[in-house]
């Protein structure tokens, strides 16, 4: 429904920006690594959105990738959050602290995959939060901005629930005997790693399978503001005919 889509494209390009900011400060607040990543992902999808609406090459084949980023990010975040509560049977960041000293493989794994989440540079989440930015600023500078700011605070909220989770001393002495991960806990998350860099650095062959599809999408789009656009066009000319009209009667009256 391309016109549809482009009569709704201020709306919903707004609610998805609510949707990233909000998202981000309810995940800067929660207690629970579970419930942080969960909220993480409402603030990721709103740049899907955002990204979507742009209706034109760069924010839509972002939000594409962005789509498939989240699939791989969010999705590893969950099971390194699963494989810890298998050892403590709790998912609050207080009871956490100093893993890297005790869980060295663990917490390698967990903040690579943070960092992407966040879209540190050479990861996957880069690619796609970059080009859903560029195509955003391309249609309004103001909802690339307010875009721009749910990337900052996502770096504040997953950066300091690394520092409590990963990082600092052991608070808890069962801490201090976990036992790191077992080879098929490793085996299942290399391949999401070797996919987080692999989009990270050579994007190319999703993108070549993706931008015949997207550049359908637009070409449609494109075609129902031409439509539009002549249909303006001869209302404002049938407009300006029966002005003259009744002009020209008034006239010849007088």
Known sequence: ??????QFVPLISILAIIGIIYGALVAMVQRDVKSLV?????SHLGFVMLGMMTLN????????????NHGISTGALFLLVGMIY????????????GLAKSM?????????????SIGLPLTNGFVGEFLILLGTFQTNHVYAVLGAGGVILAACYMLWMLQRVIFGKITQPINENLHDLYRRERLVLIPLVIL???IGVYPKPFFTRMEPAVKNIITLVNRARSTE??????QDFRLGCESAKTFSVAMDEN
Not at 86 to 97: A, C, K, Q, V
Not at 104 to 116: E, K, R
Request: overall charge neutral.
């Open 229 to 234: 656009a002549d249909t303006k066009q001869r």
């Open 1 to 6: 429904f391309p016109e549809a889509t482009i």
């Open 104 to 116: 060295p493989v663990f917490s390698t794994f967990f903040m690579i995959v943070a960092l992407s």
């Open 196 to 198: 987080i860099f692999w």
């Open 38 to 42: 969960a909220f993480s992902s409402v």
């Open 57 to 68: 090459i760069q924010g839509m084949e972002g939000a594409v990738i962005q789509m498939i």
């Open 86 to 97: 298998e050892r403590r049977h709790t998912r609050l960041i207080s009871e956490f602290g």
